[in-house]
């Protein structure tokens, strides 16, 4: 039987660390939404060397694990004086790994865009700039949902590496309970469960807008 009695005498440990998570993965969504979005248009950008900067960024950082990209930030910036607080330092880890996946992820959708969007759109007197943001970029965010939505819903999964680095989020506050009550399963499972509060209802969320996609087509 599982011991309920820890989940109520720990309730805000749990909690602290639900909302850490919940906080460190929205700062990362949105992070990396926004750099994904430039990687992904340094990606097909016409200029050499922006290509060449998105190209390696993208194979760079998806082709490590994501712990070393988290160390980088908190046990390699400190050799150069710069010194993060580990939930700052697990957040940007997080952001700049997801930022290389959702790159590659709108890349594919605006590759997907018919090519005559573009010069009908430069024809008619946009800048590549503007044809980009006003054209294609919307265009492609629409298709892209979906699969955004699943890099989304890996991010919030993949937040507890935080706990490796004490970033105060569910995992670190359930080695911290489990270190105290010398329990694990009990308090695992309910570290399972919180999770499955974030992560459940986004799953849904793209369910429905790939249903809702797929039937305006």
Known sequence: MI???????????????FWNTVQASLLALVGSLALGTLFAIFR???IRPL????TAYVEFVRNIPLILVVFLFFVG???LGIVLAPFVAGTLGLTVYTAAFI???IRAG???????????????????????????LPQAIKVVIPPMGNQFINLVKNSSVLGVIAGLDLMYFGDLISADT????????????FYLI?????????????RRLAGSR
């Not at 290509?51 to 998105?54: A, L, T, Y």
């Not at 010398?182 to 469960?193: E, L, M, N």
């Open 3 to 17: 011991d309920f009695s820890i989940l109520f005498e720990h309730w805000d440990m749990f909690i602290e660390g």
């Open 44 to 46: 097909i950008s016409p």
């Open 51 to 54: 290509n060449w900067i998105g």
């Open 77 to 79: 910036l400190p050799a």
């Open 103 to 105: 790159a590659e992820t």
């Open 110 to 136: 605006i590759q997907a865009i018919p090519k005559g969007q573009m010069e009908a759109a430069r024809s008619s007197g946009l800048t590549y700039n503007q044809a980009m943001r006003y054209i294609i």
């Open 182 to 193: 010398f329990v694990t399963f009990d308090v695992y499972i309910f570290v399972a469960v």
């Open 198 to 210: 974030l992560t459940l209802p986004l799953s849904l969320l793209v369910g429905y807008l790939e």
